[in-house]
């Protein structure tokens, strides 16, 4: 049986990750990239585990044998569906123990060549979580602004044209609002965040900086590694700054329009206003942030918000971070991008090769 570590999984080129564990068991962390074809539903894999306390392995494995052996067609096949030349075809389960031996078996009297992943996913996020803390680019390049300036849009597009980035927003599914999940689902969990991590500094990897946003240690449901927030700290920082109306229109078209409409919108929206209640004092501002959410007038409720209480919220977060600041001041994103390029470059941090397959930017 052919197998392999995770350190030498980060060599490979092109490969096709088969995570066979049970749903629950993906939802709680995968490797990015892994699809998920699972060997046992989630009430099989329940039903095994009880059978395993309570009778012993034998009996576990009789049962597991006759719940796999007639899905097994359909298994193998689901599998051989996703091959593609030149891929390697990789198993894993929990720990690469009984259900990626199997299967790899299975796949081998099939004429199906697999490798089976040693240690399987527990060896996958064991080994990252020894990686991340070394793998950060030395300076950190932080974007600052009030909410709705566009710090998240801004760095897509200097994604998009080759800058080594690092959306801490998009990995944690949340965002810094009451809007924080809108479009991203319900937020993912520290596995998941810390996976995303990881698979985004590999991309990075070699660039003497990387560009990201002043988010605070605790992002939705995850937190930030200390490394991370050391070198936010000590980055060199851009404060962004566009026009009031932008920032309210920003966000209007961000969260509300595309998703307005749909059923679970509003109680999401409530949800937050309730939260947001409970720390405000100003019996005024609390009477039209109500007003405004039973008419479903969003925009008035973001302009209250945005005045009332997200920007002293943000003035007063400035006061811990040391040093000046570079002032970028943008009509819109697009300008701030423009502007950020040139800083950059007066910076010295220009295009120079390319790094793991992306175009990448060092220090020259």
């Not at 939802?27 to 009880?50: C, K, M, V």
């Not at 302009?303 to 209480?309: D, G, K, M």
């Amino acid at each position: 049986m052919r197998e392999i570590t995770v350190e030498d999984l980060q060599k490979l080129e092109k490969s096709i990750i088969i995570d066979i564990r049970s749903p629950i068991e993906f939802d709680d962390g995968s490797i990015p990239g892994a699809i998920n074809i699972p060997l046992f539903t989630n009430e099989e894999r329940q039903e095994i585990g009880t059978i395993y306390k309570r009778e012993g392995q034998a009996a576990a494995k009789w049962r597991a044998m006759e719940r796999v052996s007639s899905k097994l067609p359909v298994l193998l096949r689901s599998i051989k569906n996703t091959m593609s030349d030149g891929e390697e075809l990789i198993i894993h389960c929990w720990r690469g123990g009984m259900r990626s031996k199997a299967v790899v078996t299975f796949l081998e009297f099939a004429g199906i060549h697999a490798i089976r992943l040693v240690g399987g996913y527990k060896a996958y996020r064991q080994f990252i979580l020894k990686e991340i803390p070394a793998m950060f680019p030395d300076k950190a390049i932080v974007l600052h602004g009030l909410t709705g300036v566009g710090k998240t849009d801004i760095l897509k597009k200097l994604d998009n044209l080759g800058y080594p980035i690092l959306d801490l927003e998009e990995m944690a599914g949340h965002r810094g609002s009451i809007f924080g999940t809108i479009g991203l689902g319900e937020g993912n969990n520290q596995k998941s965040f810390d996976a995303l991590l990881h698979h985004a500094l590999k991309k990075i990897e070699g660039s003497a900086y990387f560009i990201m946003e002043a988010e605070s240690k605790r992002i939705g449901k995850v937190v930030q590694p200390e490394e991370l927030m050391d070198k936010k700290l000590h980055g060199i920082h851009m404060y962004i700054h566009t026009p009031f109306e932008h920032r309210i229109n920003h966000l209007v078209n961000e969260y509300v329009l595309p998703y307005s409409k749909d059923s679970w919108f509003f109680e999401k929206i409530s949800v937050g206003i309730d939260k947001i209640l409970l720390r405000i004092k100003d019996g005024e501002m609390k009477r039209q942030l109500l007003t405004t959410l039973e008419n479903k007038n969003y925009q008035d409720m973001i302009q209250i918000l945005l005045e009332n209480y997200y920007d002293p919220r943000y003035d007063h977060k400035l006061q811990d971070y040391a040093g000046e600041f570079i002032n970028i001041h943008a009509t819109n994103s697009e300008d701030a991008v423009e502007i950020v390029i040139n800083e950059l470059n007066r910076l010295l941090l220009k295009p120079d090769s390319n790094v793991n397959h992306t175009t990448k930017h060092s220090l020259s």
